[in-house]
């Protein structure tokens, strides 16, 4: 006898004049994604309630989805207790400002049940109504600043990064908030030991064959950057500020200009840099 199943794991068979299959039974299980449910406007390393409604469901998966075609799921975290239908998410902008399919506004989260049985096909889930957005803030008031009396200048840098002087306190690197080092500042002594890099940007600019490029701070000073591939397929970016009345230059290293966060934090970074009085 043919038989359908129906979500809950049940079996309805065809019945009635047209011989359809008759209708499955009310399911006592249900979820529904209360916040984000579309319109929200969220910001990378924040925090973020996600809350749900779930009723007949011990544990769920949570997870976003680019609402791109071809696009999977992203997990956030599985096998959380379905009945306190809350999650606090800090967004980390490295998993999502890193996906080359990103698009600002085309979130949205989804809550599915949870089995641990091999058939998975019926368990049931919810997603967000509508999308939401997810930004990165432009925002460098609340960021730290480095300072060096030496030379005379300082820049800011990311509050949620850490610098440090060791092994080279004359080098300092910027490490991530996961501890991986970004970027380094490096004082230059004199114009000899000038990374040959920057030459080669003012002595070939034309054609343009080292990824040159040239920008201003705030404060209108120049710098120059020169944009390379790596020997094992890395893409580094070195901006070069002159010192007025000296030799030396500051040189902002970055370490990896394929990481979409770090180019966009290299160049406010940049932008932030002043001499001082």
């Not at 399911?27 to 924040?46: A, C, L, M, Q, Y």
């Not at 120049?222 to 040189?251: E, T």
Request: net charge negative; hydrophobic share 35%; charged share 25%.
């Amino acid at each position: 006898m043919e038989a359908k199943r129906c979500p809950d794991g049940s079996y309805v068979g065809r019945t009635g004049p047209n011989c359809e299959f008759a209708e499955c039974p009310m399911s006592n299980k249900f979820i529904k994604v209360i916040s984000p449910n579309g319109g929200e406007k969220w910001t990378v390393r924040e925090r973020y309630n996600i809350l749900w409604a779930a009723v007949g469901i011990d544990y769920v998966d949570i997870g976003y989805k680019i609402m791109d075609p071809g696009t999977e799921i992203v997990w956030i975290y599985k096998a959380a207790l379905a009945p306190v239908g809350e999650h606090l998410w800090l967004i980390p902008a490295r998993e999502i400002f890193t996906k080359p399919e990103f698009k600002q506004g085309d979130f949205k989260i989804i809550i599915r049940e949870r089995l641990n049985e091999p058939d998975t096909d019926h368990r049931i889930s919810d997603l967000s109504d509508n999308s939401f957005t997810i930004t990165q803030s432009s925002d460098v008031i609340s960021w730290d600043t480095y300072r060096n009396a030496e030379y005379g200048y300082e820049l800011q840098y990311p509050h949620f990064w850490t610098i440090n002087y060791y092994p080279d306190p004359n080098t300092p690197s910027l490490k991530d908030e996961i501890g991986l080092t970004a970027m380094y500042i490096r004082d230059v002594v004199s114009e000899s030991q000038l990374d040959s890099r920057k030459n080669d940007c003012i002595e070939h600019v034309s054609e343009n064959k080292f990824h040159c490029e040239f920008m201003t701070t705030t404060e209108n000073i120049p710098v120059v950057i020169n944009w390379l591939d790596g020997v094992w397929g890395d893409y580094d970016g070195k901006a070069f500020i002159a010192i007025p009345n000296q030799d030396n230059y500051v040189i902002l290293d970055l370490i990896d200009g394929q990481n979409a966060e770090y180019k966009s934090i290299f160049y406010q970074m940049l932008s932030t840099f002043r001499f001082l009085e």
